[in-house]
């Protein structure tokens, strides 16, 4: 074999190897930073508690539950976080109340705009019709218990001390909203309408 491709076969092997020490390096260091969220999460696991149960529709036939389902039907003000009352919408603090401001706007956006299309899907796929009027019913029990809901979901963010962005908080915040009137849509569905 020429000279020259041996010297090209050992440049190759070179460069390899150096991607290779690069890849493990950076794998030392994910595994690094995984390992320090590990110990983080576990020292303020025990501190969070997210109650998905407290956010219902207790109009039209049945109960629309955001979340899972209380255990005996209570209302939302007989419902408490812990030992303390459900919190109420309107905040102290300036800052959680701008948040609180933002993420009510998101989440009443979504209702407006996404969860239409949504829920007439969801009743397309069981082969369901509702009226207009019962699904405005629906929207609109939703919209009532968000404020509740998000001064919850805000003051458990807050006190996450590894998360000091607004705009983080708010995403959560939201996202969590959006989850749960996607599973209180379907719950709806099936429990009163299909009654499974």
């Known amino acids: 074999m020429h ?26 260091g994910m595994s690094q930073t995984i390992e320090g969220m590990k110990s983080r999460e576990s020292a ?8 998905f149960d407290l956010l219902k529709i207790e109009k039209l036939e049945g109960t629309l539950n955001i979340g899972t389902a209380p255990g005996n039907g209570q209302s939302i003000d007989q419902i408490a976080v812990g030992d303390q009352p459900a919190a109420s919408p309107e905040a102290k603090d ?15 956006k979504y209702i407006d705009e996404e969860v239409p299309g949504l829920f007439d899907y969801m009743l397309s796929v069981h ?10 019913q629906v929207y609109d029990d939703i919209r009532r218990q968000i404020s ?5 979901y805000a003051k458990q963010v807050n006190a996450l001390p590894d998360i000091t962005d607004t705009n983080q908080k708010i995403n959560m915040v939201t996202a969590q909203l959006k989850r749960d009137i996607q599973t209180a849509l379907n719950y709806h569905i099936e429990q009163t309408l299909l009654g499974k």
């Not at 959680?96 to 998101?106: E, F, L, M, S």
């Not at 082969?127 to 405005?136: A, N, P, V």
């Not at 509740?148 to 919850?152: K, L, S």
């Open 94 to 108: 300036s800052e959680v109340a701008d948040i609180n401001q933002k993420i009510k706007a998101q989440v009443l």
């Open 127 to 136: 082969q369901l019709t509702l009226s207009d009027e019962y699904k405005k």
């Open 148 to 152: 509740d809901r998000i001064a919850i």
């Open 3 to 28: 000279p020259y491709y041996f010297q090209q076969i050992i440049n190759q092997l070179q460069s390899i190897a150096a991607k290779l020490d690069q890849l493990e390096e950076t794998i030392k």
């Open 44 to 51: 303020s696991a025990d501190r969070v508690q997210y109650h």
